[in-house]
């Protein structure tokens, strides 16, 4: 659990963030929005006193950071950033072995570990990890550089902007393959990012920052339902709240019973998802299936009534 209280950073006359006090809890995905220059970055890098707050606390499973040297809270939480920050001389496992490296593990530990890491990224460990970072694509130096920040088996992940640079498609599965990690390795994990499809995506809760202070901390549902301000409301885009509270269910979730004609959609699909199949193909409903069998159907009129602003 991170404990962030009147965390408060000041340069000369200009406070960039303001007062802020959140918690994150265990497993949990904090994702911070807001417009640029807002003080995403900086109030994330007080976490692993990358920058150094000028007033207020920050406590990790109940211990203030300040009690132990900065470089070694830093090893214990992994970092990963826009651009991936690649060493570029280093190979692909050198990379990745960085900060295992750096706490002493045995070879043949980190050489394991490297592998697992490559293999969960689907990136072949025979094919890629003596492979410097410009052999690459951006979007496997992206997974390279989210597996390194993973390497050492932190409690804690912070990124920032980690699939900014990322064409759509591959930043979807980077996305996709952000969550499978956290699921099965059960790490906290605080990502900054401008996009709020994004936030809304992977975010357990979503923090809201705007000129240094947090003006709203809840769950993706909640800040569509109920936007604090003006301006969370702005953020998320007036048109596109129906969607985007579409998108947090999956078709599993509201199956009915019933037949109907055509195609069937995977009951993995979000909400969103099926309701575009529903506008498209002009059916008012569509048989769902799991694992290949059908298992009901989902209706316009069930989906058009989930849209609808809560009650
Ligand atoms: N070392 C520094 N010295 C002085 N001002 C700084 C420093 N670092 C950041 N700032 C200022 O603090 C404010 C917040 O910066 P920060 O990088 O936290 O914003 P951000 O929300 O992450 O922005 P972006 O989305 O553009 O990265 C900005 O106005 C920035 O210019």
Same mark, same amino acid.
């Given at each position: 659990?991170?404990?962030?209280d009147?965390?408060t950073?000041?340069y000369?006359?200009?406070?960039v963030?303001?007062h802020?006090?959140?918690t994150?809890?265990?497993g949990?995905?904090?994702?911070i929005?807001g417009?640029?220059?807002?003080?995403?970055t900086?109030?994330?890098?007080?976490?692993?006193?990358?920058?150094?707050?000028t007033a207020?606390t920050?406590?990790?499973?109940?211990r203030?950071?300040?009690?132990?040297?900065?470089?070694?809270?830093?090893?214990?939480?992994g970092?990963?950033?826009?651009?991936?920050?690649?060493?570029?001389?280093?190979t692909?496992g050198q990379?990745?072995g960085?900060?295992?490296?750096?706490?002493?593990?045995?070879?043949?530990?980190?050489?394991a570990?490297?592998?697992?890491?490559l293999?969960?990224f689907?990136?072949?460990?025979?094919?890629?990890?003596?492979?410097? %970072?410009?052999? @690459?694509s951006?979007g496997?130096q992206?997974?390279?550089? !989210?597996a390194?920040a993973? #390497? +050492?088996?932190?409690? =804690?992940?912070?990124?920032?902007?980690?699939f900014?640079?990322?064409d759509?498609?591959?930043?979807?599965?980077?996305?996709?393959d952000?969550?499978?990690?956290?699921?099965?390795?059960?790490?906290?994990?605080?990502?900054?990012?401008h996009?709020?499809?994004?936030a809304?995506?992977?975010g357990?809760?979503?923090?809201?920052m705007?000129k240094?202070?947090?003006?709203?901390y809840?769950?993706?549902?909640e800040?569509?339902?109920r936007?604090?301000?003006?301006?969370?409301?702005?953020l998320?885009?007036?048109?596109?709240r %129906?969607?985007? @509270?579409?998108?947090?269910e999956?078709v599993?979730d509201? !199956?009915?019973?019933g037949? #109907? +004609?055509?195609d069937? =959609?995977?009951?993995s699909l979000?909400l969103r998802?099926?309701?575009?199949?529903?506008?498209?193909?002009?059916?008012d409903?569509?048989?769902?299936e799991e694992a290949?069998?059908?298992?009901?159907?989902?209706?316009l009129?069930?989906?058009?009534?989930?849209?609808?602003?809560?009650q």
């Amino acid at each position: 659990m991170i404990e962030i209280d009147g965390l408060t950073k000041t340069y000369e006359a200009t406070t960039v963030v303001d007062h802020v006090s959140l918690t994150i809890e265990k497993g949990e995905i904090c994702v911070i929005v807001g417009t640029s220059g807002s003080g995403k970055t900086t109030l994330m890098r007080m976490i692993n006193r990358l920058v150094e707050p000028t007033a207020g606390t920050v406590r990790i499973d109940g211990r203030d950071t300040r009690d132990r040297p900065a470089h070694q809270l830093r090893r214990q939480i992994g970092y990963a950033i826009q651009g991936h920050g690649l060493f570029p001389h280093r190979t692909v496992g050198q990379n990745i072995g960085t900060v295992p490296r750096l706490l002493g593990w045995e070879k043949p530990r980190i050489a394991a570990r490297v592998d697992e890491l490559l293999s969960l990224f689907q990136l072949d460990p025979a094919l890629y990890r003596d492979r410097l %970072p410009s052999e @690459l694509s951006g979007g496997q130096q992206q997974r390279v550089g !989210v597996a390194r920040a993973l #390497a +050492a088996e932190p409690d =804690i992940l912070l990124m920032d902007e980690p699939f900014g640079a990322l064409d759509p498609i591959i930043r979807s599965k980077a996305q996709d393959d952000l969550l499978a990690i956290q699921k099965r390795f059960g790490t906290t994990i605080v990502l900054v990012t401008h996009d709020m499809e994004e936030a809304i995506t992977l975010g357990s809760k979503i923090a809201v920052m705007d000129k240094g202070k947090l003006l709203q901390y809840a769950t993706p549902a909640e800040i569509i339902a109920r936007p604090a301000t003006d301006f969370v409301n702005q953020l998320i885009g007036t048109g596109d709240r %129906p969607f985007r @509270l579409l998108s947090l269910e999956t078709v599993l979730d509201h !199956v009915e019973p019933g037949e #109907a +004609a055509g195609d069937a =959609i995977d009951a993995s699909l979000s909400l969103r998802d099926a309701y575009a199949e529903c506008l498209w193909s002009g059916r008012d409903a569509i048989p769902v299936e799991e694992a290949g069998q059908r298992i009901g159907r989902v209706t316009l009129s069930r989906l058009t009534a989930l849209a609808a602003r809560p009650q």
